[in-house]
C-alpha cells in the first residue's frame, strides 16, 4: 500500500516536527558523549530509536521502516564495509610479514632535525596510513612512531591529530567520500573533485600549521620550504587525482608523492639549524637500523601493487568489461517492502512521486574486492602462507566487527531517515532557520557529526542528505554543502573522543585525554574559522569552482 511522506506530520508544524524528529540525534549524542557507550551499542539503540519515531510521528508502515533499515545496513557492509576489512587485511599483512617495521625505519631516520621528522611522519606517512587502513590507525603508528623517536608522548599526539586532516575524506579507500555519494546520490567522482579542492587548499596549510603547534612560528618558518614541499606535492597529487579518477586512491598516491618529494628534497637541503627537543641526545638518529633499497622497496611493494591494481579497477573498460559484458555483480532492482511504497512529497517534488529502493552491488569492480586482490598478490610477494593468511584475516575481522555492526546500524539509520521523510523534514527546517547563512553551518553540522560518531563516514551517512534537501530548497548547490559536511568533519577528527582515546593509547597517556582535548580544541575551532571561509567564498563569490550535479537524487 503506497504512503505518502508527511515532512509537517505534528499539527502541520514543520519546526515541531523537526524538533520530534531530532531526537535519535540528540539520543546518539547522549550516548556517545554523556553516557559514553559503546559505538555499536549507541548506533543499534538509535536506529531502534529512529524506527519507533518513524512509526508513531510520521505512521510509517513498519515494514517500511525494517525494509529501509535492512538496507541502509546491507549497504553499510556491502561495499562500505568490505573496503574498510580488505584495506586493514592489507595493512595487517605487512605488520604480520615484519615488513612494516622496515617502512617505519626506512622513514624515521632520514633526518635529525624534529620538525623534518614530524613532516615526514606525522603528516605523509599518516596520510598515507589514513588511505590504505583509517579506521584510528594513522594517528596511533604515526604517534607510536614518533615516540620511538624521542618525541614527548603529548606533543606527539598533538601534532599527528593536526596532521591527519588532508586525507580523512579519501581514507581509507575513499570510503566517507563514497558514503556521501550512497546517500545523497550525487556521483563519487562528483564528490570526489569537490572535495578534492576542499583538501588540496587543507594541504597547502596543515604541514605548516602542524609545525608551528610543534615548535612555533619562528622556529617553523625555518622549515617553511620543508613543510610547502610536502604540502604543495600532497595537494598536486591529490587534486589531479581527485578530479580525474574518483576518490578511491588521492590519499595513497598522494601521499607516497608528497613522501618522495619531501625525501628527495631533504636530500639537497636541510634546515641551518637543526632542532631537538631539550632532552635529546646528541644524535637522534646514532640507533636507526639503514634497510638497502631492495628492503625498502619489497616493504612497500604491497601498496605499490595496490596502486596499480586500483589504477586498473577504475578504468571506464574494466567496469564494462565486468558489468556491461559478463554482468558480474549481485543487484535487487525492487528492494522487498519498500520499492513502489514510499513516494515523496511537496515540497521536495512538485507533485507525489515514488520513492524507488533497490540495492546493487558491484562485487567484482567494487575496490574493496580490488583490495582484497592486492592482498593476495601481497601475500606472494611477502611469501605469506595462505594458513597465514586466512589466520590473519580472521584476526582482521574480529578486530573491526564491533565497528563494522557500528557502521551498518548508522548507516541504516541515514537510510531510514531518508524514506521516513526525517531528513527532509530536517532539511526544510534548517532552510527556513539559516536561510542564506547555511553555508556557515554545513560545516559546523559536519564537525558535530563527526565528534558525536568519531567517523567522517558516518557523519556523512547521518547529515549528507540534510545537507543536500537544504541546499536544494535555498538555491544552493548541494555539492557545495555536502562537500562542506566532509570537509568540517575532518577538524572534528581533532576534538573526538574517540580520536583522542586512540592517540592517548598510542602513546602512554591514558587518562590525560582532557590534555590533549583543551590542546585540539583551539587548533579545531581554528582550522574550521578556515573552512568556513573557504565555503562562503565557494557559495558566493566562486561558485564555479565547484562542479554541480542533479538536484534531487
Keep these: 500500500m503506497p504512503w505518502n ?11 515541531l516536527t523537526a524538533l520530534v524528529v531530532a531526537i535519535p540525534i540528540f539520543f546518539l549524542f547522549w550516548a556517545l558523549a554523556v553516557k559514553r557507550m559503546k559505538g555499536h551499542v549507541a548506533g543499534l539503540l538509535t536506529l531502534a530509536l529512529t524506527i519507533v519515531i518513524s512509526v508513531l510521528v510520521y505512521r510509517m508502515p513498519i515494514t517500511a521502516a525494517l525494509s529501509a533499515s535492512a538496507l541502509g545496513m546491507l549497504t553499510g557492509l556491502f561495499p562500505i564495509g568490505w573496503i574498510i576489512l580488505t584495506a586493514v587485511f592489507l595493512f595487517n599483512l605487512t605488520v604480520e610479514s615484519g615488513q612494516f617495521e622496515v617502512i617505519k625505519s626506512s622513514i624515521s631516520s632520514l633526518s635529525p632535525d624534529r620538525r623534518i621528522q614530524a613532516l615526514l611522519i606525522a603528516f605523509s606517512f599518516s596520510a598515507f596510513m589514513e588511505g590504505v587502513a583509517g579506521q584510528g590507525a594513522p594517528v596511533a603508528v604515526a604517534a607510536a ?27 581509507p579507500v575513499g ?22 579542492i576542499d583538501m588540496a587548499i587543507m594541504a597547502l596549510i596543515i604541514p ?23 604540502g604543495f606535492s600532497y595537494a598536486a597529487a ?43 641526545a646528541a644524535d637522534a638518529t646514532a640507533n636507526a637500523t639503514t634497510h638497502t633499497a631492495g628492503q625498502v622497496f619489497k616493504a612497500w611493494s604491497p601498496f605499490l601493487i595496490l596502486m596499480v591494481v586500483m589504477g586498473i579497477w577504475g578504468t571506464p573498460a574494466f567496469k564494462a568489461y565486468a558489468e556491461k559484458t559478463h554482468h558480474w555483480f549481485l543487484a535487487v532492482p525492487k528492494w522487498p517492502g519498500l520499492d513502489g511504497v514510499v513516494f515523496k512529497a511537496a515540497p521536495i517534488v512538485a507533485k507525489p512521486a515514488a520513492y524507488a529502493a533497490s540495492y546493487k552491488w558491484q562485487y567484482l569492480t567494487a575496490p574493496g574486492t580490488a583490495m582484497f586482490l592486492s592482498a593476495l598478490l601481497s601475500m606472494a610477494v611477502l611469501k605469506i602462507s595462505p594458513a597465514t593468511g586466512a589466520r590473519v584475516f580472521a584476526k582482521t575481522f574480529m578486530q573491526l566487527r564491533f565497528a563494522l555492526i557500528t557502521l551498518a546500524s548508522v548507516i541504516g539509520l541515514g537510510f531510514l531517515a531518508n524514506y521516513s521523510g526525517m531528513s527532509f523534514t530536517l532539511g526544510l527546517a534548517m532552510a527556513v532557520l539559516t536561510g542564506m547563512a547555511f553555508p556557515i553551518f554545513s560545516p559546523i553540522i559536519g564537525l558535530i557529526g563527526v565528534f558525536l560518531t568519531g567517523s567522517v563516514t558516518s557523519s556523512a551517512a547521518l547529515f549528507g542528505k540534510l545537507q543536500q534537501v537544504t541546499a536544494i530548497q535555498l538555491g544552493l548547490n548541494p555539492v557545495l554543502t555536502t562537500s562542506a559536511n566532509l570537509f568540517g568533519g575532518v577538524m572534528g577528527k581533532l576534538i573526538s573522543p574517540q580520536s583522542i582515546a586512540v592517540a592517548c593509547a598510542a602513546v602512554g597517556l591514558v587518562g590525560r ?29 566562486i561558485p564555479w569552482i565547484l562542479p554541480t550535479a542533479p538536484a534531487v537524487s
Design 5 to 15: 511522506q508527511n515532512y509537517a506530520a505534528l499539527n502541520g508544524s514543520l519546526l
Design 238 to 280: 591529490s587534486l589531479v587525482l581527485s578530479t580525474w579518477f574518483g576518490p578511491e586512491l588521492p590519499a595513497i598516491t598522494a601521499s607516497v608523492v608528497s613522501l618522495v618529494c619531501l625525501v628527495g628534497f631533504i636530500k639537497i637541503w636541510q634546515p641551518k639549524t637543526i632542532w631537538t627537543f631539550e632532552n635529546d
Design 513 to 541: 585525554e582532557t590534555d590533549i582535548f583543551r590542546k585540539t580544541l583551539k587548533y579545531s575551532m581554528i582550522l574550521l574559522g578556515m573552512v568556513i571561509v573557504i565555503v562562503l567564498l565557494q557559495a558566493f563569490v
Design 175 to 196: 570510503v566517507p567520500t563514497i558514503m556521501m555519494s550512497t546517500v545523497t546520490g550525487i556521483p563519487a567522482t562528483t564528490m570526489a573533485r569537490a572535495v578534492g
Design 145 to 171: 612512531m614518533l615516540i620511538g623517536l624521542g618525541f614527548p608522548p603529548l606533543t606527539a599526539a598533538v601534532i599527528c591529530l593536526v596532521a591527519n586532516t588532508p586525507p580523512v575524506p579519501f581514507g
Design 208 to 230: 605548516f600549521f602542524m609545525v608551528v603547534v610543534m615548535v612555533g612560528f619562528q622556529k617553523a618558518k625555518e622549515v617553511l620550504p620543508a613543510a610547502l614541499v610536502a
